[in-house]
């Protein structure tokens, strides 16, 4: 008689048992390891918010260092707790019109970052043109040092800036003095101010494209607006009512303070001298149209009015010995084919140009306004001694950068 046998893996019910537990054990592994594996995630992901976090109260530091120096004169330090959020500490050092800041933001784990950065005090007259509202004229922007630098290629601060559109078409003419050296654009920049993009302009069409804002990093967006200083008419000037400059006068140097001012041709201030003036009401630079019949402040001993300009017209500094303040809301008119050197401060009123067709004017300085009529045709030739000139104390952060700890 023959008897069967069976042959049973893993011994019966305790081979089951075994396998169970073997079973149990792995998932057990897994989910150990499952488990290792989020807290080390959760532990990056913590510390990479403790890293932002420190970073941030870096920046915060930086932010309350550039508040503060206004009110000093050489090198200070700072600190602040900011609790749950952690702490920071910086120290500002001066080095000519520049202040180097260094900050350190700590988060309450411990974590640090550091930040460093530049703080810069923004000059009244850094470019050659600037609008409040928007810039919406024809014409060219470049810039010089002297004469024997008229047409400045490196750096070229020939800029229009604006804190709302700029229209800038070029004009008869799509380049600037650079467009010798291959420059295909009638300004060397265009800035917005307050802005995150480049904003199309007035025509709903890229500033870029019309050719006369040149392509980044020349033209550039910036999310900090250009504030102006308003124009404050000094504690007791007394108002000397309207002024008119003969034709070949020379323009008092000193402060004056009117409530109209008429420029005529051949109008100077004396040389060596300095003309400050504050107007309540309109200005008119020159009352001819015509070429070389409103030649306004042109620079001592220079050349006579031609097609191709003296290069002493490129005096450096001379700009500055004519400075028109205008309170108020008004208008500054310049006469058709007028040559002007002196800066202007209008930052309330319009700043236009009479005559008929496309009036053209040259602009040997810088123009702040609130706009610019859209029919005027402007050369902008910038004194670059000018960003030297007028400061207005507030600082803006450039070179910001983080630094090891």
């Known amino acids: 008689m023959l008897r069967r046998t069976t042959c049973k893996f893993g011994g019966g019910e305790d081979g089951s048992v075994a396998l169970m537990m073997l079973v149990v054990m792995v998932v057990t592994l897994l989910l ?18 403790d890293s932002a976090n420190a970073l941030q109260v870096a920046d915060a530091g930086v932010n309350d ?25 910086y120290t500002a050092t001066k080095n000519g019109s520049v202040w180097h800041i260094n900050a350190l933001g700590v988060d309450p784990t411990g974590v640090k970052r550091r930040i460093l950065a530049d703080a810069v005090d923004t000059p009244l007259f850094g470019q050659a043109f600037f609008a409040l509202a928007t810039a919406q004229l024809k014409g060219t922007a470049d810039s010089y040092t002297g004469p024997t630098d008229t047409c400045s290629t490196s750096p070229g601060n020939g800029v229009v800036g604006s804190n709302g559109t700029i229209t800038f078409t070029g004009g008869t003419g799509t380049k600037n003095c650079r467009g010798q050296f291959g420059w295909s654009y009638a300004s060397d920049g265009c800035v917005f101010y307050g802005q995150t993009t480049i904003p199309l302009d007035a025509n709903g069409s890229n500033p870029i494209a019309a050719g006369a804002c040149p392509p980044a990093p020349d033209t550039f967006a910036t999310p900090q607006k250009f504030s102006i200083p308003p124009v404050i008419i000094p504690a007791g000037l007394v108002s000397e009512g309207a002024y008119t400059c003969a034709v070949n006068g020379t323009i008092p140097s ?22 400050i003036i504050y107007v309540t ?17 042109k620079p001592a001993g220079s050349g006579s009015c031609a097609s191709t300009f003296p290069t002493n017209w ?31 401060d209008a930052p309330q009123s319009l700043v236009t140009a009479t005559g008929t067709g496309t009036p053209h004017v040259d602009i040997f300085g810088s123009v702040i306004a609130s706009s610019a009529s859209s029919s ?30």
């Open 376 to 405: 005027a045709q402007f050369a902008f030739h910038y004194d670059q001694s000018l960003g030297q000139l007028v400061r207005t104390g507030q600082y803006q952060i450039r070179n910001w950068r983080e630094e090891g700890v």
């Open 254 to 275: 000193g402060t004056h303070l009117y409530s109209s001012v008429t420029l005529q041709n051949g109008c100077a201030v004396a040389s060596g001298a300095t003309s």
């Open 32 to 49: 150990f390891a499952f488990i290792v594996t989020v807290e080390v995630g959760l532990r990056g992901s913590r510390r990479a918010g």
């Open 65 to 89: 260092a550039v508040k503060a120096i206004t009110a000093h004169t050489g090198t200070f330090s700072g600190s602040s707790n900011l609790g749950a959020a952690g702490s920071y500490t």
């Open 314 to 344: 490129y005096t450096a500094g001379w700009p500055g010995t004519l400075q028109i303040n205008v309170a108020g809301n008004a208008t500054v008119s310049f006469s058709n084919h007028g040559e002007f050197w002196g800066i202007v």
């Open 281 to 297: 009401g309109g200005v008119t630079v020159g009352t001819d149209t015509g070429n070389c019949k409103s030649v306004i402040n």
